[in-house]
């Protein structure tokens, strides 16, 4: 059993930044691969970054390229997603997930565990 706690989300002005954290215990934390999605009402959830066991690779949805940037600290079993540049569609509930993997996931079937998200809305 995986347990994963999302922090970080709140109201943000359009243009700025936001730094989302996720805290993972139960499984080994460097064995698997983690990542963040979102998603708004009536929508599919949406693939936003992604990272390795390792930490060496990332993977970004088209959404987040260039403006986000996915990170994890193994010594505190957490990963991080910073949002720049942020703008109004990015408004959503975020998820981090654990995957069943080592290797960066994009597809959300490619997780099994799952936190509770976070809420980011970007308005002024």
């Known amino acids: 059993q995986v347990h994963l706690v999302e922090s970080g989300g709140g109201l943000v002005q359009p243009g700025g930044s936001l730094t989302l954290s996720c805290t993972a215990s139960g499984r080994t934390f460097n064995n698997v691969a983690m990542g963040w999605f979102r998603q708004v009402p009536e929508k599919e959830r949406e693939f936003v970054a992604t990272?390795?066991?390792?930490?060496?690779?990332?993977s970004y949805g088209r959404s987040a390229q260039g403006r986000f940037v996915i990170s994890k600290d193994s010594a505190k079993n957490t990963v991080y997603l910073r949002m720049n540049r942020l703008k109004p569609e990015d408004t959503a509930v975020y998820y981090c997930a654990s995957a069943r993997h080592s290797q960066t996931a994009v597809d959300e079937n490619e997780y099994d565990y799952w936190g509770q998200g976070t809420r980011v809305t970007v308005s002024s």
């Open positions: 990272i390795s066991r390792s930490g060496l690779t990332t």
